[in-house]
């Protein structure tokens, strides 16, 4: 387990900001959920005002747009294993953002423009809105990996293959905004906020694929990913579901969420590989993500 920020080379689509090869359980994972983590706004006003132009330009053709909360990914504090009685630990440092200026932001035409030219990630793109996604490598009893070929109506990727996730979600919680009358208990807000991280992925899972919350067991973070592409930071999970790859392809036509894709793929490694360099590159980073953990139980 280590941090990756200096593993992945520029040529790469996507950049490894923290590698679990060994998995972490819910106990090994925490959050500091904090304003200090929100985005900064960046110093060019013409560049500010381009997230509110943006937004406006996409509302207006297509009015169902809605704002949604989501957790902005800070930065994230490592402590490896350092004595025999000692778990490896991840902390993610969170703070808040919304739907709107990650379209204005990392979605804008401009985004290269919001980076500062830094070697700290976070420093890198404190301007960004750098929402935290989420994506499941879903094991099937069968040892196949579920793989989803994104509908042509989504909003970012149409077609592309990709792992079954979303966002964690900050109104699952309570959070709507920092100064909400509920946020008293931090301690507890935060413990609420890592329980979310495990929770939100088995709820994508659920409603994407329409297999039932209980087939699903043995779920570790594995780390953390950020395509190069507009800076787009998704953790990633492993999971074992107790169902056979047919059981499941019989549930996923009438998953929740299926308008979201258009197909499942039910697959072995070796096909996993070649799919993964046709997902979107945080995707990609939660495949090699997840080669590092199959690797990493080979030499146990």
């Known amino acids: 387990m280590e941090n990756a920020e200096t593993a992945e080379t520029e040529t790469k689509p996507y950049k490894l ?3 679990c090869p ?26 500010e005002r381009s997230i509110s132009e943006i937004w406006d330009q996409r509302v207006q053709k297509n009015p169902s747009l809605y704002n949604g909360t989501k957790f902005r990914y800070g930065h994230h504090m490592w402590h490896g294993e350092s004595g025999a009685n000692q778990e490896s630990h991840a902390c993610l440092h969170l703070g808040l953002t919304d739907y709107r200026t990650f379209v204005g932001t990392n ?29 499941a490598i879903v094991e099937t009893s069968d040892k196949n990996i579920l793989v989803l070929q994104r509908s042509h109506n989504v909003g970012e990727f149409p077609g592309h293959f990709v792992f079954p996730g979303g966002h ?21 807000l935060n413990k609420k906020a890592s329980q979310e991280m495990f929770d939100s992925i088995v709820r994508e899972v659920v409603e ?6 209980d087939s699903l067991y043995e779920q570790v973070f594995i780390g953390i990913s950020r395509r190069e ?56 980073g939660g495949f090699a993500l997840y080669k590092l953990m199959v690797e990493a139980g080979k030499n146990v």
Not at 22 to 47: A, C, K, T
Not at 110 to 116: I, Q, R, T
Not at 208 to 213: A, K, Y
Not at 266 to 281: C, D, F, H, Q, R
Request: aromatic fraction near 8%; charge should be negative.
């Open 17 to 19: 900001l923290l590698s």
């Open 22 to 47: 060994s998995g972490l359980s819910p106990s090994q994972v925490s959050v500091v959920f904090d304003e200090l983590y929100d985005r900064v706004p960046h110093p060019d006003i013409n560049l």
């Open 107 to 135: 979605l804008n035409p401009l985004w290269e423009k919001f980076l500062v030219s830094s070697e700290d990630d976070a420093i890198r793109c404190q301007h960004s809105s750098s929402p935290l996604g989420n994506g």
């Open 168 to 188: 964690p979600e900050p109104q699952e919680i309570g959070i709507v905004s920092h100064d909400h009358k509920d946020l008293t208990d931090f301690k507890l």
């Open 208 to 213: 994407e694929i329409g297999v039932p919350s």
């Open 229 to 284: 592409l507009n800076v787009r930071p998704a953790a990633f999970f492993f999971m074992k579901c107790s169902l056979s790859s047919k059981e499941i392809q019989q549930l996923y036509s009438t998953a929740q969420d299926s308008f979201e894709s258009t197909q499942l793929y039910t697959v072995p490694m070796i096909e996993l590989e070649n799919m993964a360099s046709k997902m979107p590159g945080c995707h990609e």
